[in-house]
């Protein structure tokens, strides 16, 4: 079940994923949309800087059932069916169990613990994505349980890719996924790094934008 999900986990660049699961369609972080795109049950935006909260994307896959799913300050910048978490809370959307779990900076500050910004954990079919949005290696990461972890690897406003290994040997995931890369900042030799130092440790699923 683990591969089929994640066999159904689209990579539309940066921070941006698409899950296809249990008949409905769930976008992470929308950002840079093209082309044809399914509408959206769900889109969970992490927080508002401009390369996660898109207004003009969100539009894009948004219909009047679309369920988005943020924080307060995202949420001032978009319409719709708009719900809002704190780290520590969840909610019930369709097929979707949707946790909403700390998401900081440690050693800059692009993104300060007080703002309360969002990382994710979707659970469909059983099986557990963690979407960890805009961080660094944050101690809360010793509690997440996850099948699949989607990290950011380009350091500069988030982990380096030697930071997210660790991060990785912490939560242990089933798979590892490497994203903030080819796109504001980093590069595809971030996300080589992240898998060359965990070979042998956690299988890393570099995916390739669609």
């Known amino acids: 079940m683990i591969e089929n999900i994640l066999n159904n986990l689209d990579w539309l660049g940066h ?7 249990a008949g409905q369609v769930l976008y992470f972080d929308p ?6 795109l399914p509408q959206a049950d769900i889109i969970l935006v992490s927080h508002d ?11 894009k896959i948004s ?10 300050q995202s949420a001032t910048k978009l319409s719709g069916n708009i ?7 969840q909610i019930t959307s369709g097929p979707f169990l949707i946790e909403a779990v700390p998401a900081y900076n440690t050693n800059k500050k692009f993104h300060p613990k007080a703002n309360k910004w969002l990382g994710f954990i979707v659970t469909v079919d059983g099986v557990r994505i963690y979407h960890a949005g805009d ?37 242990h995931p089933s798979i590892a996924v490497p994203m903030h890369f080819g796109a504001i900042v980093g590069e595809q030799s971030d ?18 934008k669609k």
């Open 49 to 59: 800087h401009f390369d996660h909260c898109s207004p003009e994307d969100i539009k």
């Open 135 to 171: 961080t660094d290696y944050i101690p809360e990461m010793k509690q997440i349980k996850t099948d699949i972890a989607l990290l950011p690897v380009s350091g500069t406003y988030v982990m380096t890719a030697e930071e997210a290994v660790e991060a990785a040997l912490t939560i």
């Open 83 to 89: 719900k809002t978490l704190a780290p520590g809370e």
């Open 15 to 21: 921070d941006c994923f698409r899950l296809r699961a």
């Open 31 to 36: 950002f840079q949309l093209s082309g044809k």
């Open 191 to 208: 996300a080589d790094l992240f898998a060359e130092k965990l070979a042998g440790k956690i299988k890393v699923h570099i995916p390739k």
């Open 63 to 72: 219909s009047e059932s679309t369920v988005i799913i943020t924080e307060p």
